[in-house]
């Protein structure tokens, strides 16, 4: 059975990659270092504020999130997804670093894109038990983390390779850097990131882009400077995988 898109999910929120954009004055969210994981992080809403629904844009990345309704999986986006707390939720969470989430979920990250799945469907009774082991654990975020990466596997050995080469150049001449046809290329990328490597060069060079405007940079020099043609380009790249204007998300 196919995995299927959960509304509302937790959130996925990434101020700091442009995942989603700060939304709730009332709500927290926090970042940690995980080690082989691109971050742990939390997100709360008291109980007496007002439920929020904000947008989350892809970033190339895969969530693990543990609420109290179990364990989510949010799969590689290709565009925007609404993501809504309730009063009073909490989330724990951990992103995966590109390509590297499959060993754990046991399926090709294109199972589960553009999709919120609970981990249940994927893990059957043991995602169960490591929802209960979080919500038993004194430090969940803690437990979540430790739990996941024993897990960690290697992943597909031409991720770095393709993660690099995107981002440098043309995907004909990823594949021939690597020694593979370009049909293998796609195959395997679909597998490791959830995208063709053509999708996945657009949304980390969107997410470069991301990281140079919120530091201050004019737009059309971040444009330059993100591998755009120009500030059109840029502008309509943005409107594209976020489905708002590039100031929206700063």
Partial sequence: MSPTVRQPPPPTANQATGSARPSGRQRTYREYPAPGLACAWTAALPADAEPFVQRVVPDGCVDLMWSRDGILVAGPDTGPLPAAMRPGDAVVAVRFRPGTAPPVLGVPADAVRDARVPLRELWGAQADRLAADVAAA?????????????????????????????????????????????????????????????????????????????????????????????????????????????????
């Avoid at 991301?210 to 201050?216: E, I």
């Avoid at 059309?220 to 309509?236: I, K, P």
């Fill in 138 to 250: 004194g430090d969940r975020r803690a437990a979540l983390v430790a739990a996941v990466r024993e897990r960690l596997g290697p992943p597909d050995p031409l991720v770095p390779a393709v993660v690099a080469g995107v981002a440098r150049g043309r995907v004909r001449d990823v594949a021939d850097g690597l020694g593979i046809g370009e049909r293998q290329l796609r195959r395997r990328s679909l597998a490791a990131f959830g995208y063709g490597p053509k999708t996945l060069q657009r949304v980390l060079r969107f997410q470069r882009a991301l990281r140079l405007a919120r530091a201050g940079g004019a737009l059309a020099e971040v444009a330059y400077a993100a591998g755009y043609a120009d500030q059109a380009h840029f502008a309509h790249e943005v409107r594209d995988l976020a489905g708002e204007p590039v100031g929206n998300l700063l």
